[in-house]
């Protein structure tokens, strides 16, 4: 039985056999049955894991009473849904995307931000509450390697091509876009994309990108 729970740039979870290179969770969504439920998230924590436990655990994809791994096929799809690097699992990465963030954003007191605080504000800008994707518009010309612009089918940007996505990898690189396009990661995302943090991007779509 294929699940569902493969997660969209456009933050939809969806139904498909390939693996994702990556994990992660937004709380328990699914029923005895392993299907999902209505919501789509139960905290505004929105994690990215690695596939591996770091103490070597895995509790399976839809266990009873915990939380319902969702997968995604790189970290740029992950983060055009909404979510940010774990920092258990993940910590170097986390702290890079808040060092980034922080660049970006500036912390209120001048202080380093604690992720409850990002967690909040991401979750206001990548999510209604009825469930709908939160977009933004943009000159594509501006736009950092990994960002997700809307078309046909999702679009992942690179430094010099634009990578039509499937679940199972890109499609063939095509000329980056010019004028403005509707923009799928969220606009803060965007924003630590711009001061430096670099997300890992499928090998189907990294030929052409470049530090």
């Avoid at 933050?11 to 390939?18: F, L, M, R, W, Y």
């Avoid at 997300?199 to 052409?208: E, L, S, V, Y």
Wanted: glycine residues 8%; charged residues 20%.
């Amino acid at each position: 039985m294929t699940l569902q729970n493969r997660v969209a740039p456009t933050g939809e979870i969806i139904t498909h056999p390939a693996r994702g290179t990556l994990t992660g969770n937004r709380g328990i969504l699914h029923r005895p049955d392993q299907t999902l439920g209505t919501p789509r998230w139960q905290h505004p924590n929105w994690v990215i894991c690695t596939l591996h436990h770091p103490r070597g655990k895995y509790h399976g994809p839809m266990p009873d009473r915990a939380w319902t791994a969702l997968f995604f096929l790189d970290e740029a799809v992950a983060l055009a849904a909404g979510h940010r690097p774990c920092h258990y699992c993940q910590r170097v990465r986390a702290r890079a995307f808040r060092a980034a963030w922080d660049a970006a954003q500036g912390p209120v007191d001048g202080t380093v931000s604690r992720m409850p605080d990002l967690d909040r504000a991401l979750h206001r800008a990548r999510v209604t509450r009825s469930r709908q994707q939160i977009v933004h518009r943009a000159d594509a010309a501006n736009l950092p390697t990994g960002s997700f612009i809307a078309g046909p089918a999702p679009i992942l940007l690179t430094q010099n091509a634009a990578h039509p996505y499937t679940p199972a990898g890109y499609g063939p690189p095509q000329p980056r876009p010019t004028g403005t396009v509707t923009v799928l990661t969220p606009a803060p995302t965007i924003a630590a994309l711009r001061h430096g943090y670099r997300p890992d991007i499928h090998t189907t779509a990294r030929d052409t990108r470049k530090s």
